[in-house]
């Protein structure tokens, strides 16, 4: 059983031991060094986030391949004729149902890949981080659980009850 955290986010710098003899004492306060510390934060950020969507990326595009070599298995494999048992009869549902499972995993995975790719764009022109729906910056919690959100909670919350309305 693993050791139990403390549900407070931490940064993963903070969360990194810390030796007694390399502490430093704390650097004096200064309004130009709080702005740079500022921008350096803004661009770790940034850097973590675009860390994060590459390697989703690349678990992601590993997943698809897997999935794919998957779906040639199954499909190379004859479907049973179904005269005779009943066994055969469950057999023939259980993989057919296994068979759409795995289609509807791959488009959602392939999805999920398609936003990732989308997010990085946005990482490299620039617009990371804002909304397309209401251009107003998306909270650092959702992004950081959702890296390749591209709308804020209120414009996703939205979206789904319009989605939800048209079903
Ligand atoms: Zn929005």
Known sequence: ???????????SRRAR????????????????AASKRAKERATDRLETYNRLLLEERRRLREELAEMEQHQVKTEEKPVADASGYDDDLVDVATETFEREKGLALESSAQGLLEMVEEALQRIRNGTYGICVGCNTPIDANRLRAIPYARL???CKEREERLRSVAR
């Open 1 to 11: 059983m693993p050791q139990k955290r403390s549900s407070k986010p931490t940064s």
């Open 17 to 32: 031991p810390v030796r007694a003899r390399t502490v430093r004492k704390p650097p004096t306060p200064s309004k130009a």
């Open 152 to 154: 804020c909670i209120k």
